[in-house]
């Protein structure tokens, strides 16, 4: 541990209070406001999962699988994408989701924090966004259809993005700050224009049927997923339209 009066590792020549003691501990503040968030979501998301195990919709996984993949091939990054669509976007004929029901077959025994969380994440979409701005502690990435900017403090998912660059992503707010719960899928300037004019035009297809292209995402999610996958599965990220 350095003393606050020794020399500033970073070499400036300055006494480490005088430097980087501060910036340091910001940091730290940060990244330990990140791990509880995390923690908070990964007991309610644990929660969501036994219950999906015993709910109506995993009779008819197979169907949900062939539906979501687009390669037969395993991949665990593609397994843990299917996991979140599973939960929280695919929909029954009875147009809900399984954290939905959830939600309305816990109500009586979720404490206030768990339903705060759970309504979060119940909001939540997977999107494709840009990254407007990245510091040491925060990045700030704007949504490409609806413009709408979130700052992201998770410091471990964002070390290899920079600004500029376009990402797939799924960004929820737990108790004030925002984390990313799916893998967070960089997309190269070749394919982001494809990925954004397939989806328009889809949208045009279809916007009689809905308000607002987010509301069609959210939708049909899986039009997005598809695209992460595509990109996962080839390591030149190229984009098969």
Same mark, same amino acid.
């Given at each position: 541990m350095i003393g606050r009066n020794e020399l500033c590792p970073c070499g400036s020549g300055k %006494? =480490?209070?005088?430097?980087?003691?501060?910036?340091?501990?910001?940091?730290?503040f940060t990244r330990n406001k990140t791990l509880y968030?995390?923690?908070?979501?990964?007991? +309610?998301?644990?929660?969501?999962?036994e219950y999906a195990k015993s709910s109506s919709f995993q009779k008819n996984?197979?169907?949900? &699988?062939?539906? $979501? @993949?687009? *390669?037969?091939?395993?991949?665990?990054?593609? !397994?843990?994408? =299917?996991?979140?669509? /599973?939960?929280?976007d695919y929909r029954n004929d009875k147009n809900n989701t399984i954290i939905k029901m959830f939600m309305e077959d816990n109500k009586l025994t979720l404490n206030n924090s768990q339903k705060n969380i759970l309504s979060s994440l119940n909001k939540s979409n997977i999107s494709i966004f840009k990254i407007e701005d990245k510091? *040491?502690?925060?990045?700030?990435i704007r949504?490409? /259809? @609806? !413009?709408?900017?979130?700052?992201?403090?998770?410091?471990?998912? $964002? %070390?290899?993005?920079?600004?500029?660059?376009?990402?797939?992503?799924?960004?929820?707010?737990?108790?004030g700050m @925002?984390?990313? &719960? !799916?893998?967070?899928?960089?997309?190269?300037?070749?394919?982001?224009?494809?990925?954004?004019?397939?989806?328009?035009?889809? =949208?045009? !297809?279809?916007?009689?049927?809905?308000? *607002?292209?987010?509301e069609f995402l959210r939708y049909n999610s899986v039009l997005i997923y598809k695209f992460a996958q595509q990109i996962i599965l080839n390591d030149e990220s190229?984009? +098969?339209?």
């Open positions: %006494k =480490y209070k005088k430097c980087c003691l501060q910036k340091n501990q910001l940091r730290e968030a995390k923690g908070l979501y990964k007991n +309610v998301e644990n929660k969501i999962y996984e197979e169907e949900f &699988i062939k539906k $979501f @993949n687009v *390669s037969k091939e395993s991949n665990p990054m593609i !397994d843990k994408l =299917y996991n979140t669509y /599973f939960i929280y510091t *040491s502690i925060k990045m700030t949504d490409y /259809f @609806n !413009d709408n900017k979130i700052v992201i403090e998770d410091m471990d998912v $964002f %070390k290899n993005l920079e600004a500029g660059e376009s990402i797939i992503a799924r960004p929820v707010n737990i108790q @925002n984390i990313l &719960i !799916d893998e967070c899928i960089k997309v190269s300037d070749e394919n982001i224009s494809v990925i954004l004019n397939n989806i328009q035009q889809l =949208y045009k !297809d279809n916007n009689k049927k809905f308000k *607002s292209i987010k190229y984009i +098969v339209t």
